[in-house]
């Protein structure tokens, strides 16, 4: 696939991974792009430089338009090696390059590459005239790693956000505009939930901080480019920032001999009969990424595991462990489970409820092998009562 000019004299001459299904974890059902541009002025700049193994693809966009021994500066916004994994082979060939990146940016790739490379350390405030265009460089740490920042461009109203409003997204389309929306919102969504979630306030303060920039395009690090969405996109990071949550109930459940599972099933009858409704997913056959996309906008996390060797079972700590890193904002929930002859699991689920952060509305629901008929009607109970909770949480009547 050919480069695309996204403004005059700036062109996408990124990777686009059709094949990528696994990042680091978080399951990429519709592949991914790793987005390199393109600047062509007096002076030339490179602005990240795809992840490694894909060189020659960019070699071969780049010299489209100019040769690449004539770069000035590569811009690392992000030290991550999917953005950074060919900076050393570009540099092999723009001898003269500079490479710009942030103080922790500067760290993370002498750490990585060991390269004898010429830098140019910037800060917020900081900008580097290219001609007609000037980048300018806004540091957005934690977004989402130390080293992270924005290039923007005030003449072209352009905005390069590297991870910021990206999504694992493959497609032959490069604008938003040019794809299913459904699908775009859907990876945007995911993207967020997996990578960006335990990081709403930095997002929220970044956002605030974006607000005085006039932006009609943003050209994240992965997926496709925003030019007709921006205001939606801004919007739906705005209600993820804090995890804003719907009318919407999650039982997140595995289960030994089905007794549990009969305890998740009357829970999320007693939310469904309150007004909530839930969704009952198990998590031995459900993949983590799409559980904490569930969770992002739910309005509470209700988790129940049978106890296994005096704990919980260990599909549901892989679950616990991954949504405790990324720390949902503002979730309801409780603990349940079925135990044999003693119990175990229950507690440690609770408590590791706490540590995600979940506020924790109901004493913990157990019962002996297989729930009776009573037991039953505590479960349904404790859905009806955290369904009252949830409606005056999110002000439904
Ligand atoms: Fe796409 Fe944080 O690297």
Known sequence: MKSTEIKPGIYWVGYIDWDVRDFHGYQTS???????????DEKIALIDAVKGGYAY??????????????????????TEPDHSGELQRILDIAKNAKVVATQKGKDGLEKYYEGNWDYEVVKT??????????????????????????????EQKLLFSMDAFGQHFASSGRFDDQVDICELLAEAKIYYANIIMHLGSTVARTLKAAEKLEIDMIAPSHGVIWRSMIADIISAYQDWAVCKPTN???????????????????IAEGLGNGGVPAKL?????????????????????????????NGMLPTVASFMTY???????????????????????????????????????????????????????????????????????????
């Open 125 to 154: 405030g900081d900008s580097i005239s290219l001609g007609k265009n000037t980048m300018e460089f806004i540091a957005t740490p934690m977004l989402h790693w130390p080293d992270s920042m924005f290039t923007y461009i005030p």
């Open 281 to 309: 997913l198990n998590v031995s056959i459900n993949d983590v990424t799409h559980l904490a996309t569930e969770v992002l906008d739910c309005a509470a996390v209700i988790v129940g595991s049978p106890t296994l060797n």
């Open 248 to 266: 919407k109930a999650l039982v997140l459940y595995d289960s030994m001999w089905h007794s549990t599972e009969m305890m998740a099933v009357s």
């Open 323 to 397: 949504i405790q890193g990324l720390q949902p904002k503002g979730k309801l929930g409780f603990a349940f489970g079925s135990h044999g002859w003693a119990g175990g699991a229950v507690p440690k689920v609770r408590t590791m409820l706490e540590d995600t952060g979940v506020e924790i509305v109901h004493e913990n629901i157990t019962c002996k092998y297989k729930p009776d008929a009573e037991e039953l009607k505590v479960c349904y109970e404790a859905g009806q009562i955290l369904a009252e909770k949830i409606k005056t949480n999110i002000c439904l009547p």
């Open 57 to 78: 693809d960019l070699i071969d966009k780049i010299s489209e338009h100019i040769d690449p021994a004539k770069i000035d500066y590569v811009v690392s916004n992000h």
């Open 30 to 40: 519709r592949g991914s792009t790793y987005n390199a541009y393109l600047i062509v």
